[in-house]
């Protein structure tokens, strides 16, 4: 299951108008990063819980079967929450282990390993951790000598943190956690099923995902560091050719790109232009003449008008950066769907 159903409202602007699921990953929506990934292990029957903007999603992403799965979908009219949505879907699933993860998620944690882990232990929920060096603003994870669950912190402040593990949204769990969540009740994983998993003693465990890449892309800074990292080939995702430029883009003249840098399909860029890697140029973008592009995401259909300055800067679907405009560490977008 992709957990999809949340506003994603640390991305305002830019997700007023583009539901969780679709937000872009170096010009790809980031379920379509997750369906690849989840086949490239075997997992080719999901169900993906929607809500915000659910016709875009569902319009965009079919039925799934272009990425090689079969997709279904889960409307909520109103959010369930974490565990809650899934409780709703408790009827998609058989009597086997099954993988949950969120859409926020970019990762190569290996889910083959997770999922024996899971079985040798005969858990009931294992959660994928990756060890950070700074855990100021994710969930910390305890464990014991065994990889047991015994404690969380959430977001602690430096130098009172008890763990350098993070909780990554990668879990596995057995049938059994359904016996755990109440039906057509919001209900969420991280502030009641895993604490109560976790003081009940259950068999909960973590797996130490040693070496994977891990990025939550929920907030501007991390969404930023997904996309270049994905541009530099820190992460490959399968089925993904982010750096380059598209055969069908136009490039004028006195144009100088420094990778690593991806133009998508039927962008036109003017003369007199500079883009400066790590960027990443949409799918139908029009950069004018004497721009310089330092950094930047550039989501499909933006306008960028003549002689405009972008540094560190995300600019949202369809949006029209006025000429002369110095942007720098912003985020701007159409608020309207």
Known sequence: MILAGGLSSRLYPLTKSVPKPLVPVVGVPNAVHLMRYLKAHGFDDIVINVHYLADAIVSRLGDGSQYGVRLTYSHEPELLGSAGGLKKVQSFFDDEPFVVIGCDEVTDIPLDRVLAFHRQREAVATIGLVECADVEQY??????????????????????????????????????????????????????????????????????????????????????????DMLRGTIRIPGTTPAGIDGSASIGEN???????????????????????????????????????????????????????????????????????????????????
């Open 255 to 337: 144009v100088r790109i420094e990778a690593p840098v991806h133009v998508g399909a039927g962008a036109r860029i003017g003369n007199n232009v500079t883009i400066v890697g790590p960027s990443v140029i949409g799918d139908e973008i029009v950069v004018e003449d004497d721009v310089r592009l330092e950094r930047a995401i550039i989501w499909d259909g933006a306008h960028i008008g003549r002689s405009a300055r972008l540094r560190d800067t995300v600019v949202g679907i369809r949006y029209k950066v006025t000429e002369g405009d110095s942007l720098e560490d912003a985020l701007v977008a159409t608020e309207s769907p």
């Open 139 to 228: 969930g910390v994870v305890v464990l014991d000598d065994r990889s047991k669950i015994v404690g969380f912190q959430e977001k602690p402040k430096k130098g009172t943190e008890r763990s350098k593990l993070a909780n990554t949204g990668v879990y596995v769990f057995s049938p059994g956690i359904f016996k755990k969540i109440p039906a057509e009740t919001f209900y969420d994983f991280g502030k009641q099923v895993f604490p109560e998993l976790q003081e009940a003693g259950a068999p909960f465990y973590g797996y130490r995902a040693t070496d994977a890449y891990w990025s939550d892309i929920g907030t501007p800074g991390e969404y930023r560091r997904a996309s270049y």
